[in-house]
């Protein structure tokens, strides 16, 4: 009776040392932190001559001591001298093995026992299993022989088993720990990289700004050269007009310069408008319209109306565009109002959704086909007209002359 009622006490200190050890490994996040409560909280007040902790290496082919309770124990957190065990070597190497708890009542006996630090007659081994893999052994020795129980197998399967839980929290945070330091250093290798690239970006933009601005520089003084070239040989032709006596040969020349001129405002407008890569088609209209009514001095008898939308050609496109425009009007204004005779020009340049549509008319006394200058304007027109893949109407009728002009876009 009185044995049922020590073993009874004894029973309800363990559960009581168990308890105080699960609140205290709630405070544990490492797992040297984990096995040193086994010593530290659990050991410790099991009346144990000592204890050792081992966790299986990386290889998983060694036991290393980790933790220590007792002789072993020389300072608070370190282990004299602490033994390294290959799987299946002792009394710990064969748990650790087999994976099932050992309790041996007299070593002298056991052909697998192996000193440690000094000879002990009695040992308790328990696994430590993590998903059914042994990962550490609890190890005990004691001078006696006979000194550990059935108790002492059950409580350090209980601590092995919380312990575990522990180990296997504590090797997620650490793996997340690492995952995170590791993903912090690509984040600012990453980010090193990115802002080497943004300074190489920065003075590669810088360099190409700088050719962009030289090559405009470049472009604006081309177009100024060719449009002073295209100006001097308009006086050229001015010059020799003037010595003519012959009113046909000098009209020659003068259509000539009107041909010059038209091609000169494009570079005009490029150059002083500072956009290289498009011309303003009204304006370009309005340009030619006010040099050739000035050039054969129709402004006061011949009236101009414009209906244009807003619309950009590209370099390749205006130049053509511009000589058909100039011959339609210079056609106009030498044959449609003879002596003297007012009238009203009508020019408008519609944008449709795929092409563009040019409109020369006037009330003039309409279009002579038997004219031959008449007639090599009208071949400069269908010539031009087809480089731009166009299609070209010209409608005489007593009411005056009707031109239209539709390309695609």
């Known amino acids: ?97 087999t994976g099932i708890s050992e309790c041996i009542n007299d070593t002298s006996k056991d052909p697998r026992y192996t000193v440690d630090d000094s000879v002990r007659l009695s040992e308790i081994a328990v696994p430590i299993l993590s998903q059914g893999k042994v990962i550490g052994v609890i190890d005990s020795e004691h001078p006696d022989k006979d000194f550990y129980s059935s108790q002492d197998i059950e409580i350090l399967e209980t601590v092995a088993s919380m312990v575990s839980v522990k180990i296997d929290q504590a090797l997620a945070l650490e793996r997340l720990a690492n995952y995170k330091d590791e993903l912090e250093k690509k984040v600012a290798e990453s980010t090193r990289e990115l802002q080497v690239t943004i300074e190489e970006l920065k003075v590669s933009h810088a360099q190409i700004e700088q050719r962009n601005r030289e090559k405009e520089t470049l472009l604006q003084e081309i177009h100024h050269r060719v449009k002073n070239n295209l100006q001097l040989v308009t006086s050229l032709l001015n010059l020799h007009a003037n010595r003519l006596a012959n009113d046909e040969e000098r009209f020659v020349f003068r259509d000539c310069q009107s041909r010059i001129k038209s091609m000169s ?145």
Request: glycine share 6%; aromatic share 10%; charged share 25%.
């Open 1 to 97: 009776m009185f044995e049922n009622i020590e073993a009874i006490k004894r029973k309800a200190y363990f559960l009581e040392v168990v308890n105080d050890f699960s609140s205290r490994l709630l405070h544990v996040n490492t797992v040297d932190g984990a096995v040193w409560a086994i010593t530290k909280h659990a050991v410790s007040r099991l009346s144990y001559a000592d204890c050792v902790v081992y966790l299986v290496d990386s290889s998983g082919e060694f036991l290393i001591q980790k933790a220590a309770y007792g002789p072993k124990n020389e300072g608070e957190f370190d282990i004299k001298n602490p033994l390294i065990l290959r799987i299946g070597q002792g009394i710990c190497g064969h748990v650790a093995k």
């Open 265 to 409: 405002a494009v570079h005009e407008q490029l150059y002083h408008k500072g956009n290289l890569s498009r011309i303003d088609v009204k304006e370009y209209i309005e340009e030619i319209c006010k040099e050739l009514f000035f050039s054969y001095r129709s402004e006061e008898v011949i009236k101009l109306k414009l209906n244009l939308d807003q619309y950009y050609f590209d370099i390749e496109k205006s130049i053509p565009f511009g000589l058909i425009l100039n011959e339609l009007i210079v056609n106009v204004l030498k044959h449609a109002f003879p002596a003297s005779r007012g009238g009203l020009v009508s020019i408008d340049l519609k944008e449709h959704p795929y092409s563009i549509e040019l409109s020369v008319n006037d009330d003039g006394v309409g279009f002579d086909t038997t004219l031959q200058y008449s007639t090599m304007g009208l071949d400069l027109v269908n010539t031009l007209v087809s480089q731009v893949d166009g299609e070209c109407t010209i409608l005489s009728v007593e009411s005056g002359t009707h031109c239209n002009v539709i390309f695609p876009k």
